[in-house]
């Protein structure tokens, strides 16, 4: 029973372009989400969050958008930069987290 | 202020050994997570700990393994008679509040190798 699914296990993007990851939910109780970033070889490392009492939260070159309705979120790369290659996991915070299975995202030249 | 650290960082047994991992959370910490990363999947998460206590084991499989938290000294996440299918990456995330509100911080993992 997948509660938090990333439907595209890989995106391929131009530098300078958008990248957009996408992540859905099942479960309408989640009122916390974050967004990894992990490296081969290492541990993941906190990225972005967003409340449910808020549908976008921006740092920098990342955005992410709630869809409560939808229960969908969204993280907006822009512009991509090829050290952004990475895998990006979306995960809902209960008291513990809940992960995705992950998109590696490709920022080629 | 050290992150979370977990050794060893690669871990080889044969089929039916027994495999330690440890992890010490980040200075301050009460609050250890276990996270298993199969081949080509998510994190997935096993056991939640506080200090001598263990809060949620709902991720943890029935038989061969254990976690523990002691008093003193890093947490363990030990597996018994190891199959191939233990062959993973097992994550750490330390923070120094639990319930809803934590803030996890990850350790750089156990890649174990079952032979």
């Known amino acids: 029973d997948q509660q938090v699914k990333q439907n595209s296990p890989s995106l391929s993007v131009q530098e300078g372009r958008i990248s957009i990851l996408n992540c859905d939910y099942t479960?309408?109780?989640?009122?916390?989400f974050l967004w990894y970033k992990k490296y081969p070889a290492e541990g993941p490392t906190f990225l972005i969050s967003i409340s449910s009492i808020k549908d976008k939260n921006e740092d920098g070159r990342f955005t992410v958008f709630l869809n409560k309705s939808a229960k969908h979120l969204s993280l907006h790369i822009v512009p991509s930069q090829p050290g952004d290659s990475a895998v990006y996991f979306c995960?809902?915070?209960?008291?513990?987290?809940?992960f995705g299975t992950g998109t590696r995202l490709q920022v080629f030249p | 202020n050290a992150g979370v650290m977990q050794n060893p960082r690669h871990l080889v047994r044969r089929r039916g050994q027994e495999a330690r991992l440890r992890c010490s959370p980040m200075?301050?910490?009460?609050?250890v997570y276990w996270y298993r990363q199969l081949p080509e999947e998510g994190l997935k998460f096993m056991v939640y700990?506080?200090?001598?206590?263990?809060?949620?084991e709902s991720g943890m499989p029935k038989e061969r393994f254990s976690a523990e938290f002691p008093k003193e000294g890093p947490s363990i996440l030990r597996i018994q008679q190891v199959v191939r299918g233990d062959s993973a990456a097992y994550f750490c995330a330390s923070s120094p509040i639990g319930g809803r509100l934590n803030e996890q911080f990850f350790g750089p993992g156990t890649r174990l190798t079952v032979l």
């Open positions: 479960n309408s109780m989640f009122d916390y």
């Open positions: 995960a809902a915070r209960t008291d513990k987290l809940i």
């Open positions: 700990l506080q200090k001598e206590n263990i809060i949620d």
């Open positions: 200075k301050g910490h009460s609050h």
